[in-house]
């Protein structure tokens, strides 16, 4: 069964292929903290840039921003972090395992690693991660870690309005890093103390609230299944009213279902008016919307589709990965939407050792690589090329023979079916590009 040891599968192919390593390796390694490697970054840019193109390229009323890591302190102040940004978390005595105290609760109270009943009185811990700024010592002043991109988008607001002149509805986008001091890190990439958000504002009139909040959710539930996740495999979840954030007046879950269980891939909130608010009473700056039919001022509402980058690409490489037999032999490959693959191309010279063959790859390999994100490999015998690429989930392989030296023809070996085409070197380029874009 592919779900038996499915996380040990995806952080070993990671490892071997190059995907994500474990950050300060040499050193032991930084706990839950990673870094990704070629293939890997390739991946998360490619799923960054199906974001951008979903959410801000292909509309009118999105602005995209890249607002700094490090913030006012008085930012923090206005959104609560500051007073409440903490978790309840518990520890089992007999194992030592630390919990959000909330793991506890349908579990009669006892340790979901060993059983045990002795467990700690809930403790606070605070979320945000602090550093100072300022050479001299003495004269230092604390700053944070910001523990999500939003504020970023809150404290421009006024900056959009008069650089952009939008009209209600219109959103604010952003990637970036942000950093929370987990209590209980783990499961490879899904929770990490460093991480990267996709997070939206988007502004409308209070009155349209509930609409917005719909349309988003159907919209980013969507945007997950157009790029390949299984329908099976996705959900949402509503947060009862204990659940939901301080600002937050709904919340719905987008959850994956991961090998662990099904856990959060992103949130949409409806913070309403609570944050341009609480900035405008700190900062002395009125973050209100001119209606110019009306003549008035009023704070817009929020709608807040809030992702995570990193569990994305967990949630994209776990649904992906596919065992098969073929010829009595395991095949792994990842079957990666063409437009997430890390490469589409790779070109192999069928034997290694015949100059005249591997000089026409290399002029192809260089050729496609104008057009397309392409790999050129000799470093093995053709069976241990395709193996590579297949759990790598490169869309097609070229591969050169002694006969393509005669003919000018190259095979062209398809990723999830193995099916081969053969094409001539002059019709290639166009061949790809059609299958890129079609399918
Ligand atoms: P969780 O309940 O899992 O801690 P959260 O509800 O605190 O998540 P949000 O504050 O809503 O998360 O953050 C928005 C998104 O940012 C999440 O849906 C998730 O994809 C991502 N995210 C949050 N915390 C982490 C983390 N520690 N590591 C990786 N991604 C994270």
Same mark, same amino acid.
């Given at each position: 069964?592919? #779900?038996?040891?499915?996380?040990?599968?995806?952080?070993?192919?990671?490892?071997?292929?190059?995907?994500?390593?474990?950050?300060?390796? =040499?050193?032991?390694?930084?706990?839950?903290?990673?870094?990704?490697?070629?293939?890997?970054?390739?991946?998360?840019?490619? &799923? #960054?840039?199906?974001?951008?193109?979903?959410? &801000? +390229?292909?509309?009118?009323?999105?602005?995209?921003?890249?607002?700094?890591?490090?913030?006012?302190?008085?930012?923090?102040?206005?959104?609560?972090?500051?007073?409440?940004?903490?978790?309840?978390?518990?520890?089992?005595?007999?194992?030592?395992?630390?919990?959000?105290?909330?793991?506890?609760?349908? #579990?009669?109270?006892?340790?979901?690693?060993?059983?045990?009943?002795?467990?700690?009185?809930?403790?606070?811990?605070?979320?945000?991660?602090?550093?100072?700024?300022?050479?001299?010592?003495?004269?230092?002043?604390?700053?944070?870690?910001?523990?999500?991109?939003?504020?970023?988008?809150?404290?421009?607001?006024?900056?959009?309005?008069?650089?952009?002149?939008?009209?209600?509805?219109?959103?604010?986008?952003?990637?970036?890093?942000?950093?929370?001091?987990? =209590?209980?890190?783990?499961?490879?990439?899904?929770?990490?103390?460093?991480?990267?958000?996709?997070?939206?504002?988007?502004?409308?009139?209070?009155?349209?609230?509930?609409?917005?909040?719909?349309?988003?959710?159907?919209?980013?539930?969507?945007?997950? =299944?157009?790029?390949?996740?299984?329908?099976?495999?996705?959900?949402?979840?509503? +947060?009862?009213?204990?659940?939901?954030?301080?600002?937050?007046?709904?919340?719905?879950?987008?959850?994956?279902?991961?090998?662990?269980?099904?856990?959060?891939?992103?949130?949409?909130?409806?913070?309403?008016?609570?944050?341009?608010?609480?900035?405008?009473?700190?900062?002395?700056?009125?973050?209100?919307?001119?209606?110019?039919?009306?003549?008035?001022?009023?704070?817009?509402?929020? =709608?807040?589709?809030?992702?995570?980058?990193?569990?994305? $690409?967990?949630?994209?490489?776990?649904?992906?990965?596919?065992?098969?037999?073929?010829?009595?032999? #395991?095949?792994?490959?990842?079957?990666?939407?063409?437009?997430?693959?890390?490469?589409?191309?790779? &070109?192999?010279?069928?034997?290694?050792?015949?100059?005249?063959?591997?000089?026409?790859?290399?002029?192809?390999?260089?050729?496609?690589?104008?057009?397309? $994100?392409?790999?050129?490999?000799?470093?093995?015998?053709?069976?241990?090329?395709?193996?590579?690429?297949?759990?790598?989930?490169?869309?097609?392989?070229?591969?050169?023979? &002694?006969?393509?030296?005669?003919?000018?023809?190259?095979? $062209?070996? +398809?990723?999830?079916?193995?099916?081969?085409?053969?094409?001539?070197?002059?019709?290639?380029?166009?061949?790809?590009?059609?299958?890129? $874009?079609?399918?």
């Amino acid at each position: 069964m592919i #779900k038996d040891n499915l996380m040990d599968k995806i952080v070993s192919l990671s490892k071997r292929r190059g995907f994500i390593f474990q950050n300060s390796d =040499i050193y032991g390694g930084l706990a839950n903290t990673w870094d990704y490697g070629p293939y890997g970054v390739e991946l998360k840019n490619n &799923v #960054k840039q199906a974001w951008w193109g979903a959410v &801000v +390229h292909r509309r009118s009323d999105m602005f995209g921003m890249d607002a700094a890591i490090l913030m006012h302190s008085r930012v923090w102040e206005a959104s609560g972090h500051l007073s409440s940004f903490s978790d309840l978390f518990v520890e089992c005595k007999d194992c030592k395992k630390r919990f959000k105290a909330d793991v506890l609760a349908g #579990k009669n109270n006892k340790c979901p690693q060993c059983g045990s009943a002795l467990i700690s009185k809930p403790r606070r811990f605070d979320l945000m991660l602090k550093t100072s700024l300022g050479a001299a010592e003495g004269s230092s002043e604390d700053v944070y870690l910001r523990p999500e991109t939003a504020q970023g988008m809150f404290v421009n607001f006024l900056n959009i309005l008069d650089s952009r002149h939008p009209r209600l509805p219109f959103g604010i986008a952003q990637i970036g890093k942000a950093f929370r001091n987990e =209590i209980t890190a783990g499961n490879f990439i899904f929770r990490t103390r460093e991480f990267e958000q996709m997070e939206i504002e988007y502004f409308i009139r209070p009155e349209n609230a509930d609409k917005f909040y719909k349309q988003w959710i159907q919209q980013r539930f969507n945007w997950y =299944i157009n790029l390949g996740i299984r329908k099976e495999n996705l959900r949402k979840k509503a +947060h009862s009213k204990e659940e939901l954030a301080h600002y937050a007046k709904a919340c719905t879950d987008i959850e994956y279902n991961f090998p662990f269980g099904w856990s959060e891939l992103e949130g949409i909130a409806n913070r309403t008016d609570f944050d341009l608010r609480r900035h405008s009473e700190l900062s002395g700056r009125k973050l209100q919307f001119f209606d110019a039919r009306t003549k008035k001022r009023f704070y817009p509402y929020i =709608i807040e589709p809030s992702g995570g980058v990193d569990r994305s $690409v967990l949630a994209f490489l776990v649904d992906a990965y596919r065992e098969e037999e073929v010829k009595g032999r #395991k095949r792994v490959f990842l079957s990666l939407d063409k437009r997430l693959a890390p490469t589409k191309v790779a &070109v192999l010279p069928l034997l290694k050792n015949r100059p005249r063959l591997t000089k026409l790859a290399r002029e192809i390999a260089t050729d496609l690589k104008k057009s397309f $994100v392409t790999v050129y490999d000799d470093t093995a015998a053709i069976g241990k090329l395709y193996r590579r690429q297949d759990e790598v989930g490169t869309l097609y392989c070229v591969t050169i023979d &002694v006969q393509s030296l005669e003919d000018r023809q190259v095979t $062209v070996r +398809h990723r999830d079916s193995m099916k081969q085409d053969r094409v001539g070197v002059d019709r290639l380029k166009q061949y790809l590009r059609e299958k890129l $874009v079609s399918g």
